[in-house]
T-cell receptor, first 109, second 114 residues
């Protein structure tokens, strides 16, 4: 079967760095997406990785290793507004997104 | 961001009611999706439409009935729902359904079935 695993909840301190991991097993691979979802709001697109390596976009970076079935989202200089759920999703061979359950990130002052 | 809008934002209905959820996208996309999001569970894909044709129906009960009159509008008609259908229903759109295109989401409808 297809499976995406990510931690349920993480806590970090304002100004610090946090890494949210995602491992996957899917039927085929056409890229990995990260979304941010604030409570009661729409998931918003953060990043897309299809090749191995690190993609940096401001305070957020996303890493992919296809051979290990592994990705992480790195958030630097954490701000209170970064408190949200972070969703990992893999696009399978049929171009359907397979979703993880999300990681709730709590930022403390 | 008002690329994808959904109405209503909140809905409470009894098990014998009939209601409809509406989604509209202003992004010029050709594919639209309905997802169900339950607490602490992964998003569940319900339906996919491409150019107004249904291309995916992931074993969704018949009490959920989608309608796509054009590429900008998507409806989800609800009837005789069960309490376990209470969830956040998200609509999304993407340029196409057959490529690695980013999906853009609406804010969702929070549905409570009594």
């Amino acid at each position: 079967g297809q499976n995406i695993d990510q931690p349920t909840e993480m806590t970090a301190t304002e100004g610090a760095i946090v890494q949210i991991n995602c491992t996957y097993q899917t039927s085929g691979f056409n890229g990995l997406f990260w979304y941010q979802q604030h409570a009661g709001e729409a998931p918003t697109f953060l990043s897309y990785n299809v090749l191995d390596g690190l993609e940096e976009k401001g305070r957020f970076s996303s890493f992919l290793s296809r051979s290990k079935g592994y990705s992480y989202l790195l958030l630097k200089e954490l701000q209170m507004k970064d408190s949200a759920s972070y969703l990992c999703a893999v696009m399978d061979s049929n171009y359907q997104l397979i979703w993880g359950a999300g990681t709730k990130l709590i930022i403390k002052p | 961001e008002t690329g994808v809008t959904q109405t209503p934002r909140h809905l409470v209905m009894g098990m014998t009611n009939k209601k409809s959820l509406k989604c509209e996208q202003h992004l010029g996309h050709n594919a639209m999706y309905w997802y169900k999001q339950s607490a602490k569970k992964p998003l569940e894909l319900m339906f996919v439409y491409s150019l107004e044709e249904r291309v995916e129906n992931n074993s969704v009960p018949s009490r959920f009935s989608p309608e796509c009159p054009n590429s900008s509008h998507l409806f989800l008609h609800l009837h005789t729902l069960q309490p376990e259908d209470s969830a956040l229903y998200l609509c999304a759109s993407s340029l196409t359904s057959g490529g690695a295109d980013t999906q853009y989401f609406g804010p969702g409808t929070r549905l409570t079935v009594l």
